[in-house]
């Protein structure tokens, strides 16, 4: 057995939600990931022997070999997730946007509930719910007695979040989810019982943690570097996400430089659209524009849907590979609309849940038409489904180049096909085309502002609004909660994006006239989510062997 072969079998047994999503031949899913020190500890001890295995390996022997790929995503994922032990985010882990409290519900969308066994997993499964979440309690209070907190407007998110999870009926949460599908009245009951008797009384139990033990003693700063190891913990976390090698004060003069440029860009389509290259005024021009707006959600809905449609007709004529998955809308659950965002959701192996695109339709009044096509190519195609789903139907590929993959990739990738719809017309109008430029990304900015420059919550809120005129206060703020909770992440759209268009570049100036931009996206996508680094490698060798 190779490394590779052992880590994604002790992935999946560690984390067998996973195995969950993905629908993985062979699995039982009846386990939640063991989230108690002795559970991390034991995963530490598997990553450490698997990095002791890689380090005894000759990489320069594995050059042009299958072998490449797999150990160059496996050694990045090992040292990243090594590198990121300082930060003991178990210690601070109140998140409303990827929270036990959302998890749980995602989970149960996509637990099989179809046979007798599937619902005795499922039932199994759901009983150990209420030990996760007092383990998580337990984690949170060892790290207010380390000096480990989440900020405390974040912990305010997820107690809003879990009130309304216990106000519904436990026919109506998110956790009943297997039974709908299942259509078995006994294990409704069963499961029903479960909720009520068991989850519902768990969930006010840490509802109680956090509003009378925990609010109080949490920080008030928003920054990481507030922790023990804050600052050695953002530069882990932006290693991570972007598998990059940025500092934080270079990801963020980066992030000026790509906005000012972002900002050029608008003040061209502008004159088009406004008659006008003044950026102040072309901003103010698109606030005032209430024409561009929605009346109700179902058009939020219907206007989203047509926009995907138009973009999988169109992308055969720049891909010469297409997924032959296909990709569903569905709307965010309306308990998580104040505190999440939209969202992708990959398809599982088996086939029987597809690829879902979750639009979150609050406040369709403030959303934009623009906004909301540049958001369903993202997320849909050319965007995450399109990526995410050609990256599983590699059927032959080692599963380490299916399932493991990095933000920097799939982000950037993301925020690429966004100008990318634009070259393919799929953009309804020039107004919206300046939408979509006008989604600047200050990520790469307020992140590091945040993080490392030490910016207040307000001052991140004041300079996302400066940028993102089209943004209600609420959705900054939303934005800005979003970056507190996962430091790093939220650069990697821009600077991911920077690395996609730097690469095409280079090919366009290598190949001159014999570039094919199908043929450049098939070779950027074609080993899947592999590192940023690893993209410039397989990049170059490929115009190296177009010589």
Same mark, same amino acid.
């Given at each position: =057995?190779?490394?590779?072969?052992?880590?994604?079998?002790?992935?999946?047994?560690?984390?067998?939600?996973?195995? &969950?999503?993905?629908?993985?031949?062979?699995?039982?899913?009846?386990?939640?990931?063991?989230?108690?020190?002795?559970?991390?500890? #034991?995963?530490? !001890?598997?990553?450490?022997?698997?990095?002791?295995?890689?380090?005894?390996?000759?990489? %320069?022997?594995? *050059?042009?070999?299958?072998?490449?790929?797999?150990?160059?995503?496996? $050694?990045?994922?090992?040292?990243?997730?090594?590198?990121?032990?300082?930060?003991?985010?178990?210690?601070?882990?109140?998140?409303? +946007?990827?929270?036990?409290?959302?998890?749980?519900? *995602?989970?149960?969308?996509?637990?099989?509930?179809?046979?007798?066994?599937?619902?005795?997993?499922?039932?199994?499964?759901?009983?150990?719910?209420?030990?996760?979440?007092?383990?998580?309690?337990?984690?949170?209070?060892?790290?207010?007695?380390?000096?480990?907190?989440?900020?405390?407007?974040?912990?305010?998110?997820?107690?809003?979040?879990?009130?309304?999870?216990?106000?519904?009926?436990?026919?109506?949460?998110?956790?009943?989810?297997?039974?709908?599908?299942?259509?078995?009245?006994?294990?409704?009951?069963? /499961?029903?019982?479960?909720?009520? !008797?068991?989850?519902?009384?768990?969930?006010?139990?840490?509802?109680?943690?956090?509003?009378?033990?925990?609010?109080?003693?949490?920080?008030?700063?928003?920054?990481?570097?507030?922790?023990?190891? %804050?600052?050695?913990?953002?530069?882990?976390?932006?290693?991570?996400?972007?598998?990059?090698?940025?500092?934080? *004060?270079?990801?963020?003069?980066?992030?000026?430089?790509?906005?000012?440029?972002?900002?050029?860009?608008?003040?061209?389509?502008?004159?088009?659209?406004?008659?006008?290259?003044?950026?102040?005024?072309?901003?103010?021009?698109?606030?005032?524009?209430?024409?561009?707006?929605?009346?109700?959600?179902?058009?939020?809905?219907?206007?989203?849907?047509?926009?995907?449609?138009?973009?999988?007709?169109?992308?055969?004529?720049?891909? %010469?590979?297409?997924?032959?998955?296909?990709?569903?809308?569905?709307?965010?659950?309306?308990?998580?609309?104040?505190?999440?965002?939209?969202?992708?959701?990959?398809?599982?192996?088996?086939?029987?849940?597809?690829?879902?695109?979750?639009?979150?339709?609050?406040?369709?009044?403030?959303?934009?038409? %623009?906004?909301?096509?540049?958001?369903?190519?993202?997320?849909?195609?050319?965007?995450?489904? /399109?990526?995410?789903?050609?990256?599983?139907?590699?059927? #032959?590929?080692?599963?380490? &180049?299916?399932?493991?993959?990095?933000?920097?990739?799939?982000?950037?990738?993301?925020?690429?096909?966004?100008?990318?719809?634009?070259?393919?017309?799929?953009?309804?109008?020039?107004?919206?085309?300046?939408? =979509?430029?006008?989604?600047?990304?200050?990520?790469? +900015?307020?992140?590091?502002?945040?993080?490392?420059?030490?910016?207040?919550?307000?001052?991140?809120?004041?300079?996302?609004?400066?940028?993102?005129?089209?943004?209600?206060?609420? !959705? !900054?703020?939303?934005? +800005?909660?979003?970056?507190?909770?996962?430091?790093?992440?939220?650069?990697?759209?821009?600077?991911?994006? $920077? *690395?996609?268009?730097?690469?095409?570049?280079?090919?366009?100036?290598?190949?001159?006239?014999?570039?094919?931009?199908?043929?450049?996206?098939?070779?950027?996508?074609?080993?899947?989510?592999?590192?940023?680094?690893?993209?410039?490698?397989?990049?170059?060798?490929?115009?190296?062997?177009?010589?």
């Amino acid at each position: =057995m190779t490394a590779a072969d052992a880590y994604i079998d002790a992935w999946f047994q560690h984390f067998p939600e996973m195995a &969950t999503f993905y629908r993985i031949e062979g699995k039982s899913h009846d386990r939640l990931t063991d989230n108690t020190p002795e559970g991390r500890a #034991a995963w530490q !001890a598997v990553e450490d022997q698997l990095l002791a295995d890689l380090a005894s390996i000759d990489a %320069g022997l594995l *050059e042009g070999s299958d072998a490449w790929l797999p150990y160059g995503i496996l $050694l990045e994922s090992l040292e990243a997730s090594r590198d990121s032990r300082v930060c003991r985010n178990h210690s601070w882990n109140i998140d409303q +946007v990827w929270g036990w409290q959302i998890y749980s519900g *995602e989970l149960a969308t996509a637990q099989p509930a179809s046979s007798d066994e599937e619902r005795e997993w499922a039932l199994a499964r759901w009983q150990q719910l209420p030990a996760f979440i007092d383990n998580e309690i337990g984690n949170l209070r060892e790290g207010l007695a380390a000096g480990y907190s989440a900020p405390q407007r974040n912990v305010v998110l997820v107690v809003e979040q879990i009130d309304e999870l216990l106000g519904m009926d436990p026919r109506e949460s998110p956790l009943f989810a297997p039974a709908v599908t299942a259509g078995n009245e006994a294990f409704s009951v069963a /499961l029903e019982q479960v909720i009520a !008797a068991d989850i519902y009384p768990a969930m006010q139990r840490y509802r109680d943690f956090l509003v009378d033990e925990y609010h109080d003693k949490a920080r008030t700063q928003i920054s990481v570097a507030a922790l023990p190891n %804050g600052e050695a913990c953002y530069v882990a976390q932006l290693r991570t996400f972007t598998t990059l090698p940025y500092e934080p *004060e270079e990801m963020f003069e980066a992030g000026k430089e790509a906005v000012a440029l972002r900002e050029e860009q608008i003040t061209v389509v502008g004159e088009r659209v406004f008659e006008t290259n003044d950026l102040s005024e072309i901003r103010m021009r698109m606030i005032e524009d209430d024409s561009n707006r929605f009346g109700s959600r179902e058009e939020v809905l219907e206007y989203t849907t047509a926009a995907v449609n138009r973009a999988r007709e169109a992308v055969p004529l720049w891909f %010469g590979k297409v997924p032959e998955a296909d990709v569903v809308i569905k709307p965010v659950p309306e308990y998580q609309e104040q505190s999440s965002t939209s969202r992708y959701v990959p398809a599982s192996d088996d086939g029987a849940l597809p690829g879902t695109y979750f639009i979150n339709l609050f406040q369709p009044e403030e959303q934009t038409r %623009g906004s909301v096509e540049s958001l369903s190519f993202h997320e849909a195609y050319p965007g995450h489904h /399109l990526q995410i789903a050609l990256a599983q139907e590699r059927s #032959a590929a080692h599963p380490v &180049t299916r399932y493991i993959g990095n933000s920097g990739f799939v982000e950037g990738w993301a925020r690429y096909t966004e100008t990318l719809a634009n070259e393919m017309g799929l953009y309804s109008s020039d107004r919206n085309t300046l939408e =979509m430029l006008s989604g600047l990304p200050t990520g790469m +900015v307020v992140d590091p502002g945040i993080h490392a420059m030490g910016w207040t919550r307000e001052e991140a809120i004041e300079y996302t609004l400066s940028k993102q005129v089209q943004w209600t206060p609420e !959705a !900054a703020a939303t934005y +800005v909660d979003r970056i507190v909770v996962w430091p790093g992440q939220m650069t990697t759209y821009g600077a991911g994006e $920077l *690395e996609f268009i730097r690469l095409r570049r280079q090919a366009e100036a290598a190949l001159g006239d014999d570039f094919d931009i199908r043929e450049f996206h098939d070779q950027a996508l074609g080993n899947g989510s592999v590192t940023l680094i690893m993209l410039r490698r397989q990049i170059n060798d490929w115009l190296e062997s177009r010589e």
